[in-house]
C-alpha cells in the first residue's frame, strides 16, 4: 500500500509562510493528480489546491492569490508554498494522489497559524 510522506507543518504567525512537501514513492508519478485538502475543527473539508499532470493547478477562492501548488517529478513531490497565512488557514492539511485508478492520502500535517 502507498502511503504519501507529508512534512513542512507546523506554527506560524498572521502573514508568514510554510511550505507544504507531499513525496510519494513507489507511483508513476507524473500520471497522477496532486493536492492538498485542509481540514479545521468543526468544519468540512475543503479542497485547497490541485496540479494535474499537465501542470494544470486549480485552487480554492480562500487561497487564491496566497498558495501556490507546484510539482517535481524528477523527485516524486509536490509542495504548497503558502504565504500571508491567517488564523482561518488553521487546520490539517492532507495531501492527496490521485488516478483513474487509485487514490493516495498523506498522514495529514498541522498548520497553526496564531500570534
Known amino acids: 500500500q502507498v502511503q504519501l510522506v507529508e512534512s513542512g507543518g507546523g506554527l506560524v504567525q498572521p502573514g508568514g509562510s510554510l511550505r507544504l512537501s507531499c513525496a510519494a514513492p513507489?507511483?508513476?508519478?507524473?500520471?497522477?493528480?496532486m493536492g492538498w485538502y485542509r481540514q479545521a475543527p468543526g468544519k468540512q473539508r475543503e479542497l485547497v489546491a490541485t496540479?494535474?499532470?499537465?501542470?494544470?493547478?486549480h485552487y480554492a477562492d480562500s487561497v487564491k492569490g496566497r498558495f501556490t501548488i507546484s510539482r517535481d517529478n524528477a523527485k516524486n513531490t509536490a509542495y504548497l508554498q503558502m504565504n500571508s497565512l491567517k488564523p482561518e488557514d488553521t487546520a490539517v492539511y492532507y495531501c492527496?494522489?490521485?488516478?483513474?485508478?487509485?487514490?493516495?492520502w498523506g498522514q495529514g500535517t498541522q498548520v497553526t497559524v496564531s500570534s
Open positions: 496540479i494535474y499532470s499537465d501542470g494544470t493547478t
Open positions: 492527496y494522489a490521485d488516478s483513474p485508478r487509485r487514490h493516495y
Open positions: 513507489g507511483i508513476i508519478f507524473s500520471i497522477y493528480a
